[in-house]
T-cell receptor, first 112, second 118 residues
Framework: LAKTTQPISMDSYEGQEVNITCSHN???????ITWYQQFPSQGPRFIIQGYKTKVTNEVASLFIPADRKSSTLSLPRVSLSDTAVYYCLVGDRGSTLGRLYFGRGTQLTVWP | GAVVSQHPSRVICKSGTSVKIECRSL??????MFWYRQFPKQSLMLMATSNEGSKATYEQGVEKDKFLINHASLTLSTLTVTSAHPEDSSFYICSARRDRGRVNTEAFFGQGTRLTVV
C-alpha cells in the first residue's frame, strides 16, 4: 500500500484559501487519492476523490500532477468550522477489499 | 449522502465486562464493513474487516478473541470488546462501502463510540 506524507499541522485565517499537499511517491497505477476530514470525537467525513488532473466539488478541489506522486487539497475561503484533521489516503478503488489505512493527517487550524 | 450509524455513542463499563458496539448502514447494503480504533491525538488504526456471512479479517496485532466481530446482515456489523480493561478505552469507529460490484465507492464512517473502561 502506498504510504502518504502530509504536514502535521497548518494554520490559516478565515477567508483565505488553504492548500494541503500530500506526497505519495509509491502510488500504484490502480490507486485513487481520497481526502477525509475529521472533527474531534467524530468519524471521518469524505471530502473528495480523484485519479488524475483536477477534481472539484462543492467543498474542495483536488489537484493531481501528471506523475501522481503528490496531490493538493484546496479549500477555498476557509472558515472557523474548517478547523479539523485532514487525511490523505491512497488505495485501489478497484479492490474488492477496499481497506483504508490512515496516516497521521494534517491538523488545520483556522483563526479569526 | 449515505449514512452509517453507530450505537452507542458513549459507553462506560467496568473492567472485566464485555461491551457490544453496533454499526449500521442505514440506506445502503454493505457486504464489507471496517472497524477502527483511535487513541487521543492519534490517527485511525484499522482493526479488522467485517465480512457479511463469513469470518472477519483481523489486522496484524489485533486479538480476534478479544475483539469479536459479527456481520450477520448486509446492514449490520457488531464489535464486541470482551473482558474489557482500561487500556481498551478508546474511540471506536466503523465504516462501510456501498456495494457496487468490483468498483468501490468512498467509505462512509459512523460517528464513533467512545468506550471508557473503569
Amino acid at each position: 500500500l502506498a504510504k502518504t506524507t502530509q504536514p502535521i499541522s497548518m494554520d490559516s485565517y478565515e477567508g483565505q484559501e488553504v492548500n494541503i499537499t500530500c506526497s505519495h511517491n509509491n502510488i500504484a497505477t490502480n490507486d485513487y487519492i481520497t481526502w477525509y476530514q475529521q472533527f474531534p470525537s467524530q468519524g471521518p467525513r469524505f471530502i473528495i476523490q480523484g485519479y488524475k488532473t483536477k477534481v472539484t466539488n462543492e467543498v474542495a478541489s483536488l489537484f493531481i500532477p501528471a506523475d501522481r506522486k503528490s496531490s493538493t487539497l484546496s479549500l477555498p475561503r476557509v472558515s472557523l468550522s474548517d478547523t479539523a484533521v485532514y487525511y490523505c489516503l491512497v488505495g485501489d478503488r478497484g479492490s474488492t477489499l477496499g481497506r483504508l489505512y490512515f496516516g497521521r493527517g494534517t491538523q488545520l487550524t483556522v483563526w479569526p | 449522502g449515505a449514512v452509517v450509524s453507530q450505537h452507542p455513542s458513549r459507553v462506560i463499563c467496568k473492567s472485566g465486562t464485555s461491551v457490544k458496539i453496533e454499526c449500521r448502514s442505514l440506506d445502503f447494503q454493505a457486504t464489507t464493513m471496517f472497524w477502527y480504533r483511535q487513541f487521543p491525538k492519534q490517527s485511525l488504526m484499522l482493526m479488522a474487516t467485517s465480512n457479511e456471512g463469513s469470518k472477519a479479517t483481523y489486522e496484524q496485532g489485533v486479538e480476534k478473541d478479544k475483539f469479536l466481530i459479527n456481520h450477520a446482515s448486509l446492514t449490520l456489523s457488531t464489535l464486541t470488546v470482551t473482558s474489557a480493561h482500561p487500556e481498551d478505552s478508546s474511540f471506536y469507529i466503523c465504516s462501510a462501502r456501498r456495494d457496487r460490484g468490483r468498483v468501490n465507492t468512498e467509505a462512509f464512517f459512523g460517528q464513533g463510540t467512545r468506550l471508557t473502561v473503569v
